[in-house]
């Protein structure tokens, strides 16, 4: 008797539980793959915006400030680098307008043994992981600290992180940060304890405001609010794709509950696909926060996604598209967007 081959089944990111050894929390602090080879050659300021053409002038400065010299962290480095004068530069303007592009270019300038790159939540994970005095000790070694998507969740997080920036550049840490907000208006809308405006107006005058205007260049190409491919279609697509998963939506956010934020990146090591069945709102506002940190490491990584049932148009409510984490929302379409294109193309071109 013949038998009939197995189907082989698609691998399911809900049925990963990775784990992460602090140390490559501090290994990861680079630029995402999704700017690996980007630079401020590669960058393209808009000319009718002249703002772009201003903030990559003066980040070419920065640059030039940094780079070079004595890379270490010995006491006669730290000695010589006068707090006064060392640089902070905060990045503000809309979505896609290049900000990220432009900090990742920064911390290439610079080098990756010179400069530390993440995300506020990352070193966030990162003061948990390592302890507060060791995360200071192993950033206070680079040149420059890059913190991208400078959002400020709850007044724990922001006394945490201004203290940690505090003592970084009194140790003569260069700092570059990027938000859609700025930085004196941080947390507006959600807290309003005294301590915490106190934090926000000490953080925020360490910076040098940098504001750049323009277009979201992923919504000039793509249209955010396509919708969603037919289930039946993400899974003929993924099935026999190397590296591929496939999840049903709700299933995956329940999934998410259950994993730590700062593991969300090593849950997609080794995909290059992401099928999604039956994607439709999110429930509540805590899962819809957890979600947009995956789509940050999805978009940080370069991994295409296909989006069944209702597709990226119907995830957030329109309470949510209105209130204190609207920014974070709006970046996550617009990602989410670029990353469902590619999706639909790798659908059409296995179709």
Known sequence: MTSTPATPTTASLADRRPEVAPDRLLAERVPPRHFAHESFDT???????????????????????????DGGGGLLRRLRRRPAAVPAVYLDGGFGV??????????TAVG???SAYGTFVEYTNLVGALGFRPTVDALATRRLVCIDEFELDDPGDTVLMSRLLRELTDRGVAL??????LPESLGEGRF???????????????FEVLRIDGQDYRQRAVVTDAPGLDDAAVRD???????????????????????HPSRYGALLDGVDLVGLTGVGPVPDQDVAL????????????DVPVLLGGAGESALF????????YRKKYFRALSRLGALAERGREEAAARA
């Not at 789509?295 to 940080?300: F, G, Q």
């Not at 409510?317 to 204190?324: D, E, I, K, P």
């Open 317 to 324: 409510t329109g309470q949510m598209l209105a209130g204190g």
């Open 192 to 206: 309003a304890a005294d301590d915490f405006l106190r934090e926000i107006q000490d953080l925020a005058g360490r």
């Open 237 to 259: 697509a993924v099935a026999g794709a190397p590296a591929a998963t496939l999840d049903d939506f709700g299933s995956l956010l329940r999934h998410l509950a259950t994993v």
């Open 43 to 69: 960058y393209r300021p808009d000319a009718r915006y002249p703002s772009q053409q201003a903030a990559l002038d003066r980040l070419r400065e920065v640059a030039g400030t940094l780079a070079g010299g």
């Open 98 to 107: 290049g900000k990220t592009h432009l900090l990742a270019s920064l911390a």
């Open 112 to 114: 990756s043994e010179a």
């Open 290 to 301: 957890r979600l947009v940190v995956l789509v940050d490491r999805l978009y940080d990584r």
């Open 176 to 181: 570059a940060a990027t938000s859609n907000t």
